[in-house]
């Protein structure tokens, strides 16, 4: 151990379509380091899978990685994406990078961290963006970003629930309030058929609007149906299953939606994405029977996942005392921090170079 923490850092870009069979499985043995100490109890995808994924191209966002080596071993990596230039509402997203980066156990506190985030800065400038925004959930990623003066804006309560621990018969009884509304019922279990989908997506842009994301500085969020497309190629190549429920109301108009996936990768996990209610549909149980619906339905058809994973601001107490009562507990908490390029620009000239960099 001693000898590998004198070892020299070397930053490399990472392209996934040009990469040696050596070196995909020196990442893999990172990746897997690094989720084992991020992420223990969450399952990690096969290398295969993991390959097959990152060679896919966004239609919407483009995306840089890179690798940081010592002695030729991959000890850690990170990744920015930002949209397509020529894109639908590309000019809302221009300021905006994202980025994602990690260090595995054992290899911290060398300055590979910080070696990485320089790139991720070059590409901020190279591109003109001016906000970046990233996340952590352990004290050390909150110390790091917090000494390289990134502010928190978003703070995410990350819930599980596990099927064998609901209570059905409430479940039903939200579920069957919907009627008493005069809501109408509109599901779809598995798929959506594409015309439906990108009719819905306005809707689903507008309820997003109520949808509290802190003060983070973002592009307006829109539903697009490219989005959709990519995520049911993977289903269909995978075997996968999207679920959504709609409620209606008299007029026809949407009061409220809740969809969730399913992946045949990881077949004891659903996830929870969108619940959104109406606001004038607020505070009279359709957000309940939603959920309850939601729930019903993708423990029907995926009998054998044990638990669903969701996540709300912790601003969004309405929500989450949803969640409570539905009977999803609080497993862990992530905050979205985002720092301008010129405060980045100050903190890397303050910042001198690891003198081991390779």
Same mark, same amino acid.
């Given at each position: 151990?001693?000898?590998?923490?004198?070892?020299?850092?070397?930053?490399?870009?990472?392209?996934?379509?040009?990469?040696?069979?050596?070196?995909?499985?020196?990442?893999?043995?990172?990746?897997?380091?690094?989720?084992?100490?991020?992420?223990? =109890?969450?399952?990690?995808?096969?290398?295969?899978?993991?390959?097959?994924?990152?060679?896919?191209?966004?239609?919407?966002?483009?995306?840089?990685?890179?690798?940081?080596?010592? +002695?030729? /071993?991959?000890?850690?990596?990170?990744?920015?994406?930002?949209?397509?230039?020529?894109?639908?509402?590309?000019?809302?997203?221009?300021?905006?990078?994202?980025?994602?980066?990690?260090?595995?156990?054992?290899?911290?506190?060398?300055?590979?961290?910080?070696?990485?985030?320089?790139?991720?800065?070059?590409?901020?400038?190279?591109?003109?963006?001016?906000?970046?925004?990233?996340?952590?959930?352990?004290?050390?990623?909150?110390?790091?970003?917090?000494?390289?003066?990134?502010?928190?804006?978003?703070?995410?309560?990350?819930?599980?629930?596990?099927?064998?621990?609901?209570? #059905?018969?409430?479940?039903?009884? #939200?579920?069957?309030?919907?009627?008493?509304?005069?809501?109408? #019922?509109?599901?779809?279990?598995?798929?959506?058929?594409?015309?439906?989908?990108?009719?819905?997506? $306005?809707?689903?842009?507008?309820?997003?609007?109520?949808?509290?994301?802190?003060?983070?500085?973002?592009? $307006?969020?829109?539903?697009?149906?490219?989005?959709? =497309?990519?995520?049911?190629?993977?289903?269909?190549?995978? +075997?996968?299953?999207?679920?959504?429920?709609?409620?209606? %109301?008299?007029?026809?108009?949407?009061?409220?939606?809740?969809?969730?996936?399913? =992946?045949?990768?990881?077949?004891?996990?659903?996830?929870?994405?969108?619940?959104?209610?109406?606001?004038?549909?607020?505070?009279?149980?359709?957000?309940?029977?939603?959920?309850?619906?939601?729930?019903?339905?993708?423990?029907?058809?995926?009998?054998? %996942?044990?638990?669903?994973?969701?996540?709300?601001? /912790?601003?969004?107490? $309405?929500?989450?005392?949803?969640?409570?009562?539905?009977?999803?507990?609080?497993?862990?908490?992530?905050?979205?921090?985002?720092?301008?390029?010129?405060?980045? =620009?100050?903190?890397?000239?303050?910042?001198?170079?690891? +003198?081991?960099?390779?």
């Amino acid at each position: 151990m001693g000898k590998a923490m004198n070892l020299p850092i070397e930053i490399r870009p990472f392209d996934p379509h040009a990469t040696s069979p050596e070196l995909w499985a020196s990442f893999h043995a990172s990746r897997r380091a690094i989720a084992a100490d991020l992420w223990p =109890d969450n399952p990690v995808l096969s290398d295969e899978e993991t390959e097959i994924e990152l060679k896919r191209v966004d239609p919407l966002n483009d995306v840089r990685r890179w690798i940081a080596l010592a +002695g030729g /071993d991959v000890i850690g990596s990170a990744r920015a994406f930002f949209r397509r230039h020529g894109t639908p509402n590309a000019d809302e997203h221009a300021p905006y990078l994202y980025c994602w980066g990690a260090v595995q156990p054992g290899s911290r506190l060398r300055g590979a961290g910080s070696l990485l985030l320089r790139e991720v800065h070059g590409l901020m400038t190279s591109l003109g963006k001016t906000m970046l925004t990233t996340s952590a959930h352990t004290e050390p990623g909150h110390a790091f970003l917090t000494h390289a003066g990134a502010v928190a804006k978003l703070k995410t309560v990350a819930s599980r629930a596990m099927f064998s621990q609901l209570d #059905w018969d409430q479940l039903r009884l #939200w579920e069957d309030a919907a009627s008493g509304l005069g809501l109408v #019922w509109e599901c779809f279990a598995g798929r959506v058929p594409r015309e439906r989908l990108a009719a819905f997506c $306005p809707a689903f842009t507008d309820l997003f609007t109520g949808v509290p994301l802190g003060e983070l500085d973002v592009a $307006p969020v829109r539903f697009e149906i490219e989005g959709y =497309d990519q995520w049911y190629q993977t289903l269909d190549r995978v +075997g996968g299953a999207h679920h959504l429920v709609v409620l209606r %109301a008299p007029d026809g108009a949407v009061a409220g939606i809740s969809e969730a996936g399913w =992946d045949s990768r990881t077949p004891g996990f659903v996830e929870q994405q969108l619940t959104a209610v109406a606001r004038s549909w607020r505070a009279r149980g359709v957000a309940k029977a939603l959920k309850a619906r939601l729930i019903r339905q993708v423990h029907d058809s995926h009998p054998e %996942a044990e638990l669903m994973r969701t996540g709300n601001a /912790d601003s969004n107490k $309405p929500m989450l005392s949803i969640n409570a009562r539905v009977g999803f507990k609080v497993h862990r908490c992530f905050v979205d921090y985002q720092i301008t390029r010129a405060a980045l =620009d100050a903190w890397l000239a303050a910042t001198p170079l690891p +003198g081991f960099r390779g």
